[in-house]
């Protein structure tokens, strides 16, 4: 019985066995089921889809490149840096490819915040300093201004390079801060600031100087994001007025500004250029091969009255991107003056918002050059003069070391300033421990955003 039923197991083994072959081929088994994409995967995976298309340097991704194994498309976007090499550049160029909700970034690009509405850097070790406030912030209705010092947060004097962290969670991720301040005539003070939601103004001072029987303007602007309407008609009033009392010389103020949209800088632009540019070239903006159907020029369309030869541009390595495109673009027109404590920042490239599902994908998407074919400054545009940043002194103050240079060369031909302090820049600027810290402490969007395509 045993033998007969073994002999019976094993005709049913050959019959199934020659039933899993075709004229003697072996046939290979049924493939697994491929694993279910859920929906973070398919955004994902999308992200990477738009940047193979889109990146400036698509041919240089990877085909290896798994979408799938960072945490989210910003981490995505990140990662694509690294394939941005660029001829003569020995390190890769990109530093800004991002992804963000979009709902976080609708705040952002509208210039709709949510905090005390300060912004602070070191001036030196130890010595924190107010660098602007928000007009219509809690920190501005408390009479705050630029040039305070931070001795104390929450009643901790440690208020050193070395504690950047708590002075970021204190000033930037906290509801309610009590800070204590030492105005500029030694006098303390406490305030007790609670976060609030404000809307941004990036045009902070405007006002004219008469000097040795020369008008010259200045303004402070500190972002080319926010209420495009607002600001328009804030250009408006600002170069009218600038016509109305006869300046022959304007000091436009970017130490801070990291951009923004790229339609903004051309309304600037069309009120700084002379009359002898109107209808000329502005920029030229290049896509990679897969979108030269982009490629597009812009050509200046002057706005205003004012006529100037020269212009001066305060900046800092905090100016970038929109900034820099538009001293650039400036250039091949006027005599364009560079002061401040370091070279612009290095971004003359540009994106736009991507929508993937609930976030904007912000692959660097296109390079601008200006009438003369310049636009690879990724290492900064160069200084005419260094110059203090004086985190010291009030907006406008003429005693401020980096628009005191400026007002010196208008008025004298030179920048030197008497009584300047020498080495001051290099004091805030060339302090590895400084620049560190201040690298952690600036909140600003650094970008070129064009919404036209």
Do not use: H
């Amino acid at each position: 019985m045993k033998f007969g039923l073994m002999l019976t197991l094993f005709g049913s083994m050959l019959i199934t066995y020659s039933c899993k072959k075709e004229k003697g081929v072996e046939k290979a088994p049924d493939p697994l089921p491929a694993p279910v994409a859920t929906a973070a995967d398919k955004i994902k995976d999308t992200s990477l889809l738009y940047a193979q298309d889109l990146y400036l340097w698509n041919t240089q991704i990877p085909s290896t490149f798994n979408p799938r194994s960072f945490a989210d498309p910003d981490k995505i976007m990140t990662a694509l840096r690294t394939y941005s090499q660029e001829p003569g550049f020995p390190q890769p160029v990109d530093r800004w490819s991002f992804a963000i909700k979009q709902a976080e970034w609708d705040n952002i690009s509208s210039g709709v915040s949510g905090d005390f509405g300060l912004s602070i850097f070191f001036y030196a070790d130890g010595d924190l300093r107010i660098k602007s406030v928000e007009e219509q912030s809690t920190a501005a209705k408390a009479g705050i201004r630029r040039g305070w010092r931070i001795m104390k947060l929450n009643g901790n004097a440690d208020i050193k390079n070395s504690n950047t962290d708590f002075i970021v969670q204190q000033v930037f991720s906290s509801n309610s801060t009590l800070f204590t301040f030492q105005k500029p005539d030694g006098s303390v003070s406490d305030v007790q600031l609670n976060a609030s939601s404000y809307q941004e103004n990036p045009i902070f001072l405007d006002t004219v100087y008469s000097i040795s029987n020369k008008k010259t303007g200045y303004f402070v602007f500190n972002s080319f994001l926010g209420d495009t309407t607002k600001i328009y008609n804030e250009f408006q009033r600002i170069f009218s007025r600038f016509t109305r009392e006869g300046v022959s010389d304007v000091i436009v103020d970017l130490r801070y500004n990291g951009g923004g949209y790229v339609s903004v800088q051309s309304k600037l632009a069309n009120y700084l250029i002379p009359s002898s540019g109107n209808g000329s070239l502005m920029m030229k903006q290049v896509y990679n091969n897969n979108n030269k159907q982009y490629n597009s020029t812009t050509n200046f369309r002057k706005s205003g009255s004012l006529n100037l030869s020269r212009i001066f541009f305060i900046v800092s390595k905090n100016t970038a991107s929109a900034s820099e495109l538009l001293i650039n673009n400036l250039k091949p027109y006027m005599d364009v003056k560079l002061v401040g404590p370091s070279n612009t920042y290095g971004k003359p490239v540009g994106y736009f918002p991507v929508p993937v599902s609930d976030w904007y994908v912000f692959p660097v998407s296109f390079r601008t050059t200006n009438k003369n074919g310049e636009g690879n400054y990724f290492n900064g545009i160069p200084l005419d003069k260094q110059s203090g940043d004086g985190l010291n002194k009030d907006w406008g103050d003429k005693d401020e070391a980096s628009l005191a240079s400026a007002l010196k060369y208008i008025n004298t031909g030179s920048f030197s300033v008497a009584g300047e302090v020498p080495g001051i820049a290099a004091r805030t600027y060339m302090n590895a421990g400084v620049i560190d810290a201040n690298n952690k402490l600036d909140r600003s969007f650094k970008g070129a955003i064009d919404l036209r395509k």
